[in-house]
C-alpha cells in the first residue's frame, strides 16, 4: 500500500490551493479517506466515504476546504480555500480501515508521508 500526497506550497493569505494524494497498492475504491493536518499537533481536517457520497469537515475549515475522491483515478484531493497563516502544516492523507469513514485516529492505518504548505505572508 502507498500513499503519495502532492500539491503543496507557498500561499499567499486568502488564497487557494489543491493538494492530492495518489493511493496504489490497495482497492482504492473500498475505503474511506481522510487529511490530516499536523502543525504541530496532527488534526483530521476532512474525510470522506468509500462511494463519496458523505463527507466531514472539522470546524476549523468548514466552508473553506472540500474534500473529494477520483476512484477511478485512485486519487484523493482536499481543495483548500480562504488559507491563512493558520493553514501552515504538514498535510498528509490517512487510509481508513473500512469503508465508512471515523473521527478517531487509530482507525487510519496507512499513511502518507506528507505535503508542506505554508500560508504565510
Known amino acids: 500500500e502507498r500513499l503519495v500526497e502532492s500539491g503543496g506550497a507557498l500561499v499567499q493569505p486568502g488564497g487557494s490551493l489543491r493538494l492530492s494524494c495518489a493511493a496504489s497498492?490497495?482497492?482504492?475504491?473500498?475505503?474511506?479517506m481522510a487529511w490530516f493536518r499536523r502543525a504541530p499537533e496532527r488534526e483530521l481536517l476532512a474525510a470522506i466515504s468509500a462511494n463519496g457520497d458523505t463527507t466531514y469537515y472539522a470546524d476549523s475549515v468548514k466552508g473553506r476546504f472540500t474534500i473529494s475522491r477520483d476512484n477511478g483515478l485512485n486519487t484523493l484531493y482536499l481543495q483548500m480555500d480562504n488559507l491563512g497563516e493558520q493553514g501552515t502544516g504538514l498535510y498528509f492523507c490517512g487510509k481508513s480501515g473500512g469503508t465508512v469513514y471515523s473521527l478517531a485516529h487509530y482507525s487510519y492505518d496507512d499513511w502518507g508521508q506528507g505535503t508542506e504548505v505554508n500560508g504565510s505572508s
Open positions: 497498492g490497495f482497492t482504492f475504491s473500498l475505503y474511506a
